[in-house]
Structures are given as C-alpha cells and as structure tokens.
C-alpha cells in the first residue's frame, strides 16, 4: 500500500527555515517523482518543487527559487523540502505527492500524503 507521511511543519518566523520530509512506504520512491505542492486558504494548489525519480533533476516554482531546495534520500525512502528565508506568503498546507513525473507535474499524480501546515508570522 502507497503511503505518504509529511512532516516538519509549523510556525516560524518571517527569514526562518523549516525542514519538511514527506516519508514513503510501500514503494521504492526512488523510482518515481516527487512533488511538494501547497494550498493556501482560498487559494488553489499550486506546485511548489518537483524531483524526479529517473535522474534527481529538480524544478522550482518561480516564487521559491533560491530559497526552498528539493532532496531524496533514498535510503530512508524520504524526500525533503529544506525551506529557507520564508515569507508569510509561503504559509500554506504543503502535500507530497507521487506518480510519473508528468503526472506529478500535472498536479494529477495517484498518490498524496496528508499534508502539514506551514504558519510563516510575527
């Protein structure tokens, strides 16, 4: 059975960092893409990195470039959104998910996980 756990989110301060994993079971996530996706209320998904399973190749949303950095472990079968100088503007519910990298970029992948909260304020 798919299963994706997040983890890692909060509360932080405006220029702090936060580390979310998004941990997998049930399949060998170096095999396929990952995607970290966001929500914010009122606002639709929008996605924010994508790594892929073939390469390691990464993408970045035009917004976090220089600030959020994808990784994969796959020995832990984890992957990682290290998130660096946050705004308010990134607080946001942030997802994991995972299938073939163009349905990941999609945003239609198969499999996501539950998401974790991210508060970047005051």
């Known amino acids: 059975q798919v299963q994706l756990v997040e983890s890692g989110g909060g509360l932080v301060q405006p220029g702090g960092s936060l580390r979310l994993s998004c941990a997998a079971s049930?399949?060998?996530?170096?095999?396929?893409?990952i995607g970290w996706f966001r929500q914010a209320p009122g606002k639709e998904r929008e996605g924010v990195s994508y790594?892929?399973?073939?390469?390691?190749?990464?993408y970045y949303e035009d917004s976090v470039k220089g600030r959020f950095t994808i990784s994969r472990d796959n020995a832990k079968n984890t992957v990682y959104l290290q998130m660096n100088s946050l705004k308010p503007e990134d607080t946001a519910a942030y997802y994991c998910a995972t299938d073939s990298l163009t349905k990941v970029v999609a945003g239609v992948a198969d499999y996501w996980g539950q998401g974790t909260q991210v508060t970047v304020s005051s």
């Open positions: 790594i892929s399973g073939l390469d390691g190749s990464t």
């Open positions: 049930g399949f060998t996530l170096a095999y396929y893409a």
